[in-house]
């Protein structure tokens, strides 16, 4: 059986400039400690190690530090035996890095370009893979690693088929993906589903996929693995409620266990607020009752409060009434407040959405919706043939016939 630690999504350089700027390269460098300690054979890197396309030099010094010194506690040195690219296969007789990585989405740049990915992999540090199959001989035993390194999602499809990757006989096989998934991702315009993944491979690692979790494919039954992030980025509900971490997985020919390693991270907490017919200050209010909640718990790190305010506010008050920015100052030396208010809607906006959404459920056409629209506006009812005048009227720029028919 081989060992290999899988991590995946760490955003080096998220929130650079921010209170928050340590965080990932801190849990990384936690992850890479903790991965070593289990003497693994490969470490697998599915995607969105940096946060931007073209980092920062500090950003990637820190990067070439935290790989370098990781590298050097390693003990494994897998020999590559063969590759696999374009449908050529290709002998290879010569060590490489174990860590195997593909780029993610928000490494991914232009063709024939470099993204930091590539940096790393010029310095030696890892093995980086986009469309290609390498088997390696470690102990004895074999294991094969596919990586296709993320593409945009309208093409996501098409380069898989094209691709083709297949496994390597006699050896473990792990496919790596950095994509949308159907089955797991919220509602997308473009996606790749799970009957979608090639046969024969004995674990599918999934990048670009925020919260751990193992599925199965539902006619091979191989386990789909999705490794989550190790900093949270987008603050959302879901990100409070899944620990993070990285897994480590013994393979052998037909055979994946998976163990999770939890990290010890940021504390990050979320809340929601129903601020309906509430005003700006009472808004506030409860804010700070929820804040100081937290405020009397001991942390080891200072935490995040993120905080979602919806809901209708009275009449006649605006969502710019509430002042945001002054409760994240307040509670700054004590915790990282971090408040949402695009749920927060005033009594106008409200209605308007309320009209708009019935007008789309109505499946009227566009002009149908405009001259609606205006009927409403209107202060004075007006027959449909009118209105219908004034509307083509006002479409075509002939404001003095608009104004006469009014």
């Known amino acids: 059986m081989l060992k290999v630690a899988i991590i995946s999504d760490t955003h080096l350089g998220f929130a650079w400039g921010e209170e928050r700027q340590e965080d990932s390269f801190r849990n990384?460098?936690?992850?890479?400690?903790l991965a070593a300690k289990q003497e693994p054979d490969l470490v697998l890197l599915a995607g969105d190690i940096f946060h931007d396309r073209i980092p920062r030099q500090e950003i990637l010094g820190r990067a070439i530090e935290i790989f370098s010194k990781f590298c050097k506690k390693l003990?494994?040195?897998p020999f590559c035996v063969k590759a696999v690219r374009d449908g050529n296969t290709h002998e290879i007789k010569n060590n490489v890095p174990p860590i195997i990585a593909i780029w993610g989405t928000h490494e991914r740049r232009h063709a024939d370009s470099t993204n930091p990915l590539h940096l790393l992999e010029k310095a030696g540090l890892i093995t980086l893979l986009h469309a290609e199959s390498v088997l390696f001989e470690i102990n004895s035993d074999q294991i094969g690693i596919h990586g296709l390194s993320g593409v945009p999602e309208q093409l996501a499809k098409d380069a898989l088929r094209a691709w083709e990757p297949e496994p390597f006989d006699g050896a473990a096989n792990i496919l790596m993906l950095h994509q949308n998934f159907k089955e797991i991702m919220p509602p997308v315009d473009y996606f790749l589903e799970f009957s979608d993944l090639p046969d024969g491979f004995d674990l599918a690692v999934l990048g670009h996929i925020h919260n751990t979790q193992i599925k199965k494919h539902p006619l091979t039954k191989m386990p789909i693995l999705v490794a989550g992030l190790t900093?949270?980025?987008q603050l959302q509900k879901i990100e409070s409620e899944v620990k993070k971490g990285f897994y480590v997985a013994e393979a052998g020919r037909h055979s994946i266990n998976l163990k999770?390693?939890?990290?010890?991270?940021?504390p990050f907490f979320y809340?929601?607020?129903d601020a309906t017919n509430l005003k700006p200050a009472e808004i506030s209010a409860k804010i700070i009752e929820l804040a100081k909640k937290y405020i009397l718990k001991t942390f080891y790190q200072k935490p995040v409060i993120r905080i979602k305010v919806s809901g209708i506010l009275p009449e006649n008050f605006l969502?710019?009434?509430f002042d945001s920015v002054s409760l994240v100052r307040e509670f700054s030396d004590k915790l990282i407040l971090s408040l949402d208010k695009s749920g927060l809607v005033s009594q106008q906006l409200a209605a308007q959405s309320k009209l708009l959404q019935e007008l789309k459920a109505s499946r009227l056409s566009i002009d149908q919706i405009g001259i609606e629209i205006l009927g409403r506006s209107l202060k004075e009812k007006c027959e449909l043939k009118k209105l219908e005048s004034i509307f083509f009227a006002l479409v075509a720029g002939e404001m003095e016939n608009a104004e006469a028919l009014i």
């Open 271 to 273: 809340e929601s607020i």
């Open 28 to 33: 990384l460098e936690q992850a890479f400690s």
């Open 260 to 266: 999770f390693v939890p990290l010890e991270t940021r």
């Open 231 to 233: 900093v949270s980025t």
């Open 319 to 321: 969502p710019s009434d």
């Open 75 to 77: 003990k494994s040195r």
